[in-house]
């Protein structure tokens, strides 16, 4: 009896030991793969990762010079890049190269940027100071602290509802591309830079089209882009949205929508409540957020669980916050967004997945 207590003690020892070391392991991989997106996010916005695509192995002198960048930063570059196994090098030749198949993941010339997406950790980072004093003091940091947060969104976008805008969101409401060719009114509230409602004022020029954002840079950027393509049926307006259920028009819109823009609103209820308002009677509201649960230990098997509330401590939640206003969260989750929706009014609710899109839930809202 006594060598079988031994033993079950042993047993137990050695799996604690087991998880121990897998934890520690597990760190050390997280750590390596944030230097990793350090990297990946210079490697794009310097142009090096477009550079090296579909080119016979370089110097890292001839990259230098084709990129127009200092050689010395550059093999630097290339060293954690091979050290990280995603370039690749001859050490006879001294030379570089990046292999087609991860040249289709890290560039333009695949479906989807990955390296997009590694932006946001050198830009939630350079906020961290911010960030622990509102730890310690309340508060929240401003829109302001975050100068770059508009066009790493935008890029977002741009591989997540884009690509998907006219043959899957839009669908998912029965009858709307048919109300868009005929003509009908459209309002997208927290726009960003717009690249939405400037896909569909060209793809649907019957419609009408505005745009509501509180970044005076975004809709600066819209209004630009608007013009220069020659727009006509297209309005972007700076407008706080935190009073949009006293100041929205009422049944002014057919159709309104917000694509990743709900969660980080200063006042999210009453924005939702100024939709609800402004949407006329046979319209529908078209809410695009984030895929998650409003109960932390369902988020464990999130495969971005972490990143996105990464995200939220550093950005969505905090410019919430920094507007006195509820601090939603990223992750609000699904339960949450149901619970919001109902209270604004809205009777008739469909939520829907998409295929290619493990980061979102699509809301097809009805009065």
């Not at 911010?130 to 790493?152: A, I, K, M, T």
């Not at 929508?257 to 509201?285: C, E, M, N, W």
């Not at 669980?305 to 990464?310: D, F, P, T, V």
Request: charged residues 20%; proline residues 4%; negative net charge.
């Amino acid at each position: 009896m006594c060598d079988i207590a031994i033993t079950t003690t042993d047993r137990a020892n050695a799996e604690t030991e087991r998880s121990e070391e897998d934890f520690e392991s597990r760190l050390v991989q997280a750590l390596n793969a944030g230097g990793l997106l350090l990297l990946t996010s210079l490697g794009h916005r310097t142009g090096l990762l477009e550079t090296l695509a579909g080119q016979p192995p370089l110097t890292s002198q001839a990259l230098a010079e084709r990129s127009g960048l200092q050689e010395r930063y550059v093999r630097e570059w290339l060293g954690g890049m091979v050290a990280a196994e995603i370039v690749e090098t001859d050490p006879q030749s001294a030379t570089y190269w990046l292999p087609d198949e991860r040249a289709e993941l890290l560039t333009d010339r695949g479906t989807a940027n990955l390296a997009v997406y590694a932006q946001f950790i050198p830009l939630l980072g350079s906020v961290e100071d911010d960030v622990l004093r509102c730890f310690r003091e309340g508060g929240g940091v401003p829109y302001s602290r975050y100068p770059r947060f508009q066009e790493v969104m935008a890029s977002d976008s741009g591989q997540t509802v884009l690509p998907a805008l006219f043959d899957a969101i839009l669908p998912l409401c029965p009858g709307l591309t048919d109300r868009l060719e005929a003509g009908i009114r459209v309002l997208d509230c927290a726009c960003g830079r717009g690249r939405a409602l400037l896909a569909m004022a060209e793809r649907f020029p019957a419609s009408r089209f505005v745009g509501y954002d509180l970044s005076a840079e975004a809709i600066a950027w819209a209004n630009a882009q608007a013009e220069h393509a020659g727009l006509t049926n297209l309005t972007f307006e700076v407008r706080d949205l935190s009073d949009f259920d006293a100041t929205a028009e009422p049944a002014a819109f057919d159709l309104i929508t917000t694509f990743d823009g709900i969660h980080d609103q200063g006042q999210p209820r009453r924005l939702l409540a100024g939709i609800r308002k402004s949407l006329a009677a046979d319209g529908v509201y078209l809410v695009q957020d984030i895929h998650a649960s409003s109960h932390h230990h369902l988020d464990r098997q999130h495969p971005l669980g972490a990143m996105l509330y990464a995200v939220s401590v550093s950005h969505c939640m905090t410019v919430s916050l920094a507007q006195g206003g509820e601090g939603l969260s990223t992750m609000w989750g699904r339960e949450r967004a149901l619970r919001y929706l109902k209270e604004a009014g809205f009777g008739d609710i469909q939520v829907h997945q998409l295929e290619h899109d493990i980061q979102n839930d699509y809301f097809v809202c009805r009065p």
